[in-house]
């Protein structure tokens, strides 16, 4: 295929023009007057942009996992975030809350919006992704060689702005800066309309519209890195009271029009955050040296860890800026299957190239996210891991569901601590790093995340917690899932055989509780309830035969519940008889798949028996090498004598 680089450029650079425009003030209302949306403040631009590419509603009750995730509240999904933000929807609907209300010039728009969580849970990236949000804008209209780049409707009097607002359909808000009012007076003669009017970017790199506050040196703050400074080269051509002696290349002077981010902001003493107190309620900062304030139009962002911010909240001195923040916490992904989707998302964007066996992700998930759950008196770790991922779970023993709101309400800062995203990242990088064969699994990151949490500085009773996830809970939970991986392959049509033993046990059962017969489908004769044939299933899951009435009983009122409320029925629908099922068609094979993987010596039956079973692995994602080393694990793991 060859490529016209040429052509590609010439089109890149017509397209750029197009949208460059220089012109005079009294061509730039010509414009306005045409298109009044362009002339809009920071925050109704920053909430266009993040709405432009669509917003999905989702009403829970059409989606039966969402709704035992999320109950009866309206899901909004904006597609700005959603191919890069998971298990954080919460989150991202109330900053897009703030920025909603704020493009109202609700009392937002004169707020700080402030995030605060733990490390690695996406704090640092949705300010990214907002600030890429305006590198990706449309050019706006500025005042020529303006250090604010400001609106260039700043030139219209005070006295005439009521007939312009009527003429032009629009609103006017702000003043002119020290240096334009200058320039007006002395280069115009107060003639407006001949200012100079151009275009502009926004820019990261460039600090065009966008500026960045590191957290600073509490021995060598200086504000100029927030409001700029006076140029002492310029103080012995003019007063220093005359604007041309002004540098206003300050983070706000840059972040006007767009955005100012604080990075970490309160590791930064109080007395330099004292410009936001201003900059928020009264849209205006201040000008260096003695001159007058300067007039302030720009999102003000800000993030930190839990820690400090309980710090600073702790102290009531800084309550004028408590009072302008706007505070969204930004937890840990508590979904695994949202957790996943991050790790995938993160291992795409990379140049990882490892082949990765199948559950390897999801293993790594399981140990993330039971980290940062609390201990429940209601259920197990793992079990609140499930239902927390929108499983139904049916507690044991009745048909009552488990209600996660309790769950919730039992730990509100549920989230807020755990393993990282990083962590497992790195566990997984250091996994591939030590293969010999291009090729990760589950076993193999499991034992990495192990030595990673040994060498963890964290309290040893934290430790010992960690430890027993990884080689306990997270390695009985991937057994399960290996051993049903395993049968499913030996077994054709798992499934189908599934729900056979399903349907034949709900049969059973029901006779069997209405003290009723069934009718056999072919001969049309009655027969008793096969007690055998149900026991044989609930044993494994370790029902006595006392316990069996009532489960029958459950297992019955649930499955018509569910019929009743038009939903439909399967191997699946009751959890507990769910695991008997898989345990049971497992059961029937462990014999036989113990023979085939660790026989040295196999008959033409068992070889080709053994083939079939690797191959149909292979079509599931694994590869040979990996496929050799699971299969080895089931072996010695899964059916020992």
Sequence with gaps: MVYDFEKLIKQDRKEHKQYKF???????????????????????????????????????????RLRRIYGNDTIKRYRFFQDNFFGIDKSIMKIMRYFHSAAMKGEESRQVLYLVGPVGAGKSSIMEALKQALEMSPPIY??????????????????????????????????????????????????????????????????????????VDPNNQDTSVLSGSVDISKLDLYPEDDPR?????????VGNRGVVEFIEVFKNDVEYLHTMITATQEKSIPSPGKGAMIYFDGIILAHSNEAEWNKFKSDHTNEAILDRIVKVEVPYCLELDEEVKIYRKVL??????AHIAPHTIEVASMFAILTRLAPSSKVDSFTKLKIY????????????????????????????????????????????????????????????????????AIAEDEKKRYLGFLQDTVKK????????????????????????????????????????????????????PDIKFLQSIEE????????????????????????????????????????????????????????????????????????AMVESMNENGYCPHCCNVILKYAANNLWKD
Excluded: W
């Design 22 to 64: 220089d012109g005079t003030f009294l061509d730039y209302l010509t414009i306005i007057k045409e298109n009044p949306g362009l002339a809009v403040l920071a925050h109704q631009r920053m909430h266009e942009l993040l709405i432009k590419p669509g917003v999905e509603t989702i009403r829970t009750e059409e989606n039966p």
């Design 142 to 215: 500025i005042l020529k060689d303006c250090p604010m780049r400001e609106e260039p409707l700043h030139l219209i009097p005070k006295h005439l702005r009521p007939q312009f607002e009527e003429l032009l359909g629009i609103s006017v808000e702000g003043d002119l800066c020290p240096i334009c009012r200058y320039r007006l007076k002395n280069d115009y003669n107060g003639e407006f309309e001949r200012f100079p009017v151009t275009t502009t970017g926004f820019s990261i790199r460039s600090r065009k519209g966008i500026g960045v506050v590191p957290p």
């Design 245 to 253: 002696v002004l540098s206003l290349n300050g983070a706000f002077n």
């Design 348 to 353: 795409k964007n990379s140049t990882f190239n």
């Design 389 to 456: 991922n929108g499983e139904e779970i049916v507690e044991k023993g009745s048909t009552k569901k488990v209600d996660i709101f309790e769950l919730r309400e039992e730990a509100v800062r549920e989230g807020m601590t755990g393993i990282s995203t990083r962590f497992i990242m790195k566990a997984l990088d250091t996994t591939l790093s030590e293969s010999e064969f291009n090729c990760i699994n589950p076993i193999a990151v499991i034992e990495t995340m192990v030595r990673a949490v040994k060498d963890l």
């Design 477 to 528: 939970e991937y057994n399960k899932i290996l051993e049903k991986e395993v049968t499913k392959a030996f077994i054709h049509g798992y499934k189908e055989q599934a729900e056979s033993l399903f349907n034949n046990y709900l049969d059973h059962a029901e006779a069997y509780v209405n003290m009723t017969k069934l009718k056999d489908k072919n001969t049309g004769e009655e027969l008793e």
């Design 540 to 611: 494994q899951i370790g029902i006595t035969a006392t316990a069996a009435q009532g489960f029958r009983q459950d297992v019955t009122s649930y499955m018509f519940t569910v019929m009743r409320g038009g939903g439909k029925i399967d191997y699946k629908s009751y959890e507990p008889l769910k695991e008997a099922i898989e345990k049971k068609l497992t059961s029937s094979v462990k014999e036989l798949s113990r023979i085939i993987t660790k026989a040295r010596v196999r008959d033409k039956e068992q070889d080709s028996k053994f083939d």
